[in-house]
């Protein structure tokens, strides 16, 4: 059998900017950022503008220990931003954009930042305004898009750098404020590694990568890692709008993702493309042959839809901002494998599940455990330790999910998301796994809601299908029962909106539904517990259309 070439290319290295200097030196003529008008930096230019970059902020002050928060948008100029602050061995403390002062004041007190860095007034916001207003009063620099001049004396006069750099990564806690987890170089790049090498990310040498998520999320450094670690471009815009599918059919994009709502909205975009053009062989993006992602859950109808309506591959992963890849698929896997499940574990970081202190078996589901190169650190507030990690080291992911035997993990949801009705737990993405398979349903939410008689009711919330009439309750409800669902979980209340609200890489706000919907107590048309009838849980391999 011949030797697999692909892993034999990648570049490895201890250290972000041992990385960046190593790819600059191997393909340094390659491009490595292109903007939306098609301006290319390639990877020896990022290694020079990032040093540049990194001259002018050591003359503000920032030096290796620095801790700097960011708030800036996906940009080529952000990317270099990054690389300099490695360059100078700072710990870096990216901010999403979305994040307004009561959250960025609680992130940048968090992360104890001492400079911010924003982009000035950028998409009607004055982010350098509200950075000077925070109570915590870090030095604010303004990040324009320039790369600026330096003199080979001031180059000369930077820092060595470090081995490792460290960083801060925000996830929501339990108040809805960001807490910080703490990773550093070695962490995030066995988490890059891990995505590039198992999920096959820039094998082909056509290949063009896309960036149109935040690049302040966790997997903005990844994918800038595994840019260097493979040795491909990628397309940056600075936000996903009705513009950005032809940016990506112009600049011939072959990768693209970031989560589940990016493959949908690309999906609805292909829709309406193949309408117009009066065919459904009319590819919107016919260049593109994969989507990898993360963040949230990928139902398999999804899966299905994109394949057969755009010619594209969904290889799904799993990972969350404390251990940025647990799972990566590959999309060598087989459609079964894809469709059904999220990936393996990556090299070096180990799975388990479990229920309460009991390891359990392939095939039983419990909550998700993790440990390995990838888990960060523990959290800025050690006092969030304790109950994150158990006592023999694994880290408590929050998700329930189950070991398949072909070595697979398959999530089926967060712990904290269950609804328990009348004592019965119901898992959301059971049902949202098959409500997306109703023709009239483009995205949808399952959440839980209180109900004085039965502890909670279920709740579907429903964005439609364009021209597509809106579904009544006995409609979804007997949808559902048509596709074997046990009546206990049938929802008592449908919501219609016009989107879903979500957070910053996309994940429905299922917090906000809850708070929307909470003072809705409708008698329901339908109950769902007329009948005592049972039923096995619904495979999620029911989902091809």
């Not at 990054?82 to 979305?98: D, E, H, K, N, Y």
């Not at 997306?436 to 919330?461: F, K, N, S, Y």
Request: glycine share 10%.
């Amino acid at each position: 059998m011949t030797a697999d070439p692909f892993p034999g290319r990648l570049l490895r290295a201890e250290s972000f900017w041992e990385l960046v200097t190593a790819r600059a030196a191997a393909t340094g003529d390659a491009p490595m950022l292109i903007d939306a008008s098609g301006r290319v930096v390639s990877f020896r230019e990022f290694n020079d503008y990032s040093e540049r970059m990194a001259v002018t902020l050591a003359a503000q002050g920032v030096g290796p220990g620095s801790r700097v928060a960011w708030q800036l948008p996906t940009r080529v100029s952000t990317v270099i931003v990054m690389g300099a602050l490695a360059r100078l061995s700072a710990v870096q403390a990216p901010v999403i954009p979305i994040y307004r002062e009561r959250e960025t004041s609680a992130a940048v007190a968090t992360a104890g930042a001492e400079f911010m860095l924003v982009p000035g007034t950028w998409r009607g916001f004055d982010y350098a305004a509200m950075a000077a207003g925070l109570p915590t009063a870090p030095k604010v620099i303004v990040v324009g898009e320039p790369a600026p001049p330096a003199s080979a004396a001031a180059l000369a006069s930077l820092p060595a750098p470090a081995a490792s750099a460290e960083w801060v990564y925000f996830t929501s806690g339990s108040s809805g404020l960001p807490k910080g987890a703490r990773h550093t170089d070695a962490t995030l790049l066995a988490a890059a590694y891990g995505w590039t090498s198992q999920g096959r990310v820039g094998e082909f040498p056509d290949d063009v990568g896309s960036m149109a998520f935040p690049v302040a999320h966790v997997g903005g450094i990844l994918y800038v890692m595994a840019q260097l670690i493979s040795g491909f471009p990628a397309v940056l815009v600075e936000s996903f709008d009705a513009a950005t599918v032809e940016v990506f059919r112009r600049l011939g994009v072959t990768m693209s993702g970031g989560s589940t709502v990016f493959y949908t909205a690309l999906l609805a975009a292909q829709r309406a493309f193949a309408s117009a053009a009066s065919s459904t062989e009319a590819r919107v993006l016919p260049s593109l042959r994969v989507l990898k992602g993360g963040g949230a859950p990928c139902p398999p109808g999804v899966f299905w839809a994109v394949r057969e309506e755009m010619g594209v591959t969904v290889a799904h992963d799993y990972g969350m901002t404390e251990v940025p890849m647990i799972c990566v698929a590959s999309p060598l896997d087989t459609d079964e494998q894809l469709a059904n499940s999220d990936g393996r574990p990556i090299p070096g970081v180990e799975v388990r599940i479990v229920d309460d202190t009991v390891v359990l078996p392939a095939g039983v589901d419990g909550e998700i455990q993790v440990r390995g190169a990838a888990v960060c650190h523990g959290y800025t507030d050690p006092s969030l330790d304790a109950s994150a990690f158990t006592p023999d080291g694994w880290f408590r992911t929050g998700d329930r999910g189950r070991l398949r035997p072909d070595g697979h993990v398959e999530v089926t949801g967060r712990t904290k998301d269950l609804i328990i009705r009348k004592g019965e737990k119901i898992a959301p993405l059971e049902l949202e796994t098959l409500l997306i398979q109703h023709p009239a349903v483009a995205e949808v939410a399952v959440i839980g809601l209180p109900d004085t008689e039965r502890g909670e009711r279920v709740c579907a919330v429903l964005t439609l299908r364009p021209g597509a009439v809106a579904p009544s309750l006995a409609e979804i409800t007997a949808f559902l029962r048509g596709v074997g669902l046990m009546p206990q979980k049938l929802p008592e209340q449908v919501e219609i909106v016009s989107e879903l609200p979500r957070t910053g890489l996309g994940k429905v706000a299922k917090l906000a539904l809850r708070e929307k919907f909470s003072g809705s107590r409708r008698r329901p048309a339908v109950s769902a517990t007329t009948s005592s009838g049972c039923s096995t849980r619904t495979p999620r391999n029911t989902g091809r259309p």
